[in-house]
């Protein structure tokens, strides 16, 4: 007994080293991809609180006041309202405002997402907190919120306007950390004139953007030693000008001198809150990046290092102030000892470049996720890391914000200017993620409402009073994230309710099935060899292109499968949970749904295994078909039912794929159907297209049991014949036009907005990855 609990001892030793070895190794990462932004504020948090009319209140009570506001700001928002509280409230690891988002739509029915069936309940109670069951409590403000279909919409137009403020922090971001960090060579060369500082800031950002190709991992690795020398460095600097200029600045972390402060500068105090506001920026970055981390690693990083080091580098700056209140402008470069000032420099200029790297990172999530809601118009993703699930690049985002930062940098050519804009851009954000939390708490948590608003009225009060100070800088360069925010609001509008409209017409003109069952199992028409993939939006029913495709060419292939690419909301989906088949109409027909489902953090690889994983998971669905019906419990109507086919279990499976052999030929299997002419069209078509030659090549075999039913043979053989055959997809190329009677803005949205959007996006095809060679396009207009 004793040699067994020393063993049990022994293991659970183990097993805690190795949690806190993997604690603090991601402890350590996060300082490159999530702090390098929060760490950079001390940049220009006092110079941006001093710029306006404080000035004339400089003396050392009032530089006390400043500290006491940026030392409780900081305490109460990000240690209080974000380590201790908003980090619990994640979506199975991940996190942001999207995550909020689609953890109440899991647990009340407040998506808009058109196309959302049972069975993606029946996956989103799989990410569903505790031991909560299906039947929860409902209550009556739930009910409320669920029977208003305006209260959702408004829903997610605030979850959509705090991701465009998160847009405007990606153009932001850069443009003030680097410009900030630039401008601490005019400290040492008094000759360099503004615009060779603003020139050099753009050289820097050309070369970060540049970069963004490579992927967040590389580059964030390399910097997190950077991060941790940074903020290590800054704080000691920070304790020496405490200890040389004013140790008694211990005293402003009473809250006392905060009262004092706005009885001393009234009006001006109130305004230099959208300055001081500042110091917290960044801090959303800990709970958006959480999906890449976790929670206690954050927490470990945030408590142990960021809090201890910029307090007291905010000290030391409070400190030096207090007996130097000419320096204000250059506060940080000023306080920095002589022997030290340029490497000191050097990190202040990598840090910058870290914490843009962060928010750039986060704006491709962000612009990911709306995307994956319908909310954006179609943009290429780049998954730039084989390991780390996540880490995206978007081409288009990358080159339009290099653009934007570039036009804020040159134009406004002022970190004070810059910084107004920026307040603004950061403490928005941080407003809707607390709205969106006092929800969580109820429909999530399920805690009492008073506690919600006590949350709400605590943080939103504290939050809205720096907002109300930010607004009042709008006309000295606020007005830029706002800007940003319409001209994206408006993108994400145009493309919802255009996609939206598009959905309901297919969904309103689909084909009846009593329509398909009349035309009989040739459906009417000349049936050719092969598998053909008709691609929908429908999860039900048959879409009107199929019709239209019909009526103008009467020839179809021998297996129809209808496939539905489609978002749900939870952050990933399973591979064993993506695939759902299903069967249209009777056997003899060989029709097939498949719907596959990406959660809205999930990237679409280019995966040239598809055909392959959809031709296995029919095969399943049919044999699991014939042993139900056998049982008397499948669904016989029409339709039948949806089942979810798992990929990743391969026995039992009466359909084996194996490795095909180049030299075999098509001989192997079944003989081609195909003529010698299309043979040889095909293999010229492969020779002139080499991603077709580098596809994975396989063949299929039906298994020779005796016992297989012949129904499910004979169905699988042609399902082989089929794919042997060649696979081609069929697309509808819709053109949406509104109709001659709608009113004058719902024809500009339409035909002007939503089509300009369309014709200047990627198209369908290619964000699907598929293929040109086996590409099918069947043009139709929708008049919605």
């Known amino acids: 007994m004793d040699q067994e609990g020393g063993m049990a001892s022994d293991n659970q030793r183990i097993h805690w080293k190795t949690y806190y070895k993997n604690l603090f190794l991601l402890a350590y990462q996060s300082f490159g991809v999530v702090y390098g932004d929060l760490s950079t504020s001390p940049l220009y948090v006092y110079r941006s609180a001093f710029s306006g009319k404080l000035r004339r209140h400089q003396d050392e009570e009032t530089i006390f006041g400043v500290f006491s506001l940026i030392f409780w700001t900081f305490t109460l928002i990000p240690l209080l309202k974000y380590v201790l509280i908003v980090l619990s409230a994640n979506d199975n690891g991940e996190g942001g405002p999207f995550a909020l988002y689609s953890l109440l739509c899991r647990h009340a029915k407040f998506s808009l997402l058109p196309n959302q069936q049972a069975a993606d309940e029946e996956l989103s109670t799989y990410y569903r907190h505790g031991q909560m069951s299906r039947n929860m409590i409902t209550s009556p403000l739930k009910r409320f919120l669920e029977k208003h279909k305006r209260l959702r919409t408004c829903l997610l137009l605030i979850v959509l306007f705090g991701a465009c403020m998160v847009i405007g922090d990606g153009v932001l971001t850069p443009a003030i950390s680097v410009l900030s960090s630039i401008s601490g060579l005019q400290v040492r060369a008094k000759k360099l004139h503004n615009a060779e500082v603003i020139i050099i800031a753009c050289i820097v950002l050309v070369g970060l953007f540049a970069l963004q190709h490579r992927g967040t991992q590389r580059v964030a690795f390399l910097f997190a030693p950077v991060v941790i020398i940074w903020l290590l460095c800054i704080g000691v600097i920070g304790l020496y000008n405490i200890v040389r200029w004013n140790p008694t600045i211990y005293h402003a972390l009473s809250p006392h001198y905060i009262i004092k402060f706005f009885r001393r500068t009234g009006k001006d105090g109130w305004i230099s809150l959208g300055g001081i506001l500042l110091c917290i920026t960044g801090t959303e970055a800990m709970f958006a990046d959480l999906g890449h981390f976790t929670d206690s690693s954050i927490k470990v990083a945030f408590v142990a290092v960021i809090y201890p080091c910029l307090v007291l580098q905010y000290m030391g700056q409070a400190a030096f102030l207090s007996k130097n209140f000419s320096d204000v402008p250059t506060s940080f470069y000023d ?91 950061c403490i928005t954000v941080m407003f809707v993620t607390t709205c969106l939390m006092a929800l969580v708490i109820i429909f999530v948590w399920q805690r009492h409402v008073v506690l919600a608003l006590l949350f709400l009225i605590f943080f939103g009060s504290i939050e809205a009073v720096y907002l109300s100070s930010s607004i009042m800088k709008v006309p000295q360069g606020g007005w830029a994230p706002l800007v940003l925010s319409f001209v994206f609001m408006v993108i994400m509008y145009v493309w919802h309710y255009g996609t939206r409209r598009k959905y309901q017409f297919d969904l309103q003109n689909k084909v009846s099935m009593k329509w398909i069952l009349t035309l009989g199992p040739s459906l009417g028409i000349v049936r050719v060899p092969g598998i053909g993939l008709i691609y929908t939006e429908l ?246």
Request: one cysteine or more; hydrophobic letters at 40%.
């Open 539 to 784: 999860v039900t029913g048959v879409p009107a292109i199929f019709s239209h495709f019909v009526t103008n060419l009467p020839a179809f292939h021998q297996v129809l499968v209808f496939v539905c690419v489609k978002s749900v909301p939870v952050p990933y989906v399973p591979m064993d949970e993506r695939y759902l088949i299903g069967r249209i109409g009777p056997r003899a027909y060989r029709m097939y749904r498949c719907i596959v489902r990406y959660g809205y953090k999930d990237v679409q690889r280019d995966d040239d295994n598809f055909e392959n994983q959809l031709v296995m998971s029919i095969a399943k669905f049919i044999q699991m078909e014939a042993e139900e019906t056998s049982s008397g419990s499948y669904d016989t109507s029409p339709e039948g039912r949806m089942a979810v086919i798992r990929t990743s279990e391969t026995s039992g499976s009466r359909l084996l794929m194996r490795e095909s052999d180049e030299n075999a030929g098509d001989s192997t299997i079944v003989r081609s159907s195909k003529s010698e002419t299309l043979r040889s069209l095909q293999s010229l078509y492969e020779q002139e297209s080499p991603s077709v030659n580098q596809r994975r090549r396989v063949r299929f075999e039906v298994s020779e049991e005796e016992s297989m039913d012949s129904q499910v043979r004979e169905e699988l053989m042609a399902l082989v014949e089929a794919k042997q055959a060649g696979v081609a997809y069929i697309m509808g190329h819709s053109y949406i036009k509104a109709r001659r009677t709608s009113s004058f803005l719902k024809k500009f949205v339409i035909n002007v907005a939503y089509s300009f959007l369309r014709k200047n996006c990627r198209g369908p095809a290619v964000a699907l990855n598929i293929p040109h060679i086996s590409l099918i396009e069947v043009g139709m207009i929708y008049y919605v």
């Open 335 to 425: 306080s920095i000892p002589e022997p030290v000032f340029w490497p000191v420099f050097v990190l202040a200029t990598l840090a910058a470049i870290v914490a843009s790297q962060a928010i750039i990172s986060a704006t491709f999530s962000i612009v990911k996720q709306c995307h994956a809601l319908g909310c954006f118009p179609r943009v290429k993703v780049v998954h730039t890391s084989r390991w780390i699930y996540g880490q995206i690049y978007i081409p288009e985002i990358n080159w339009i914000l290099m653009v934007l930062c570039l036009a804020v940098t040159m134009g406004f050519r002022d970190t004070t200017v810059i910084g107004n804009a920026y307040g603004i851009a």
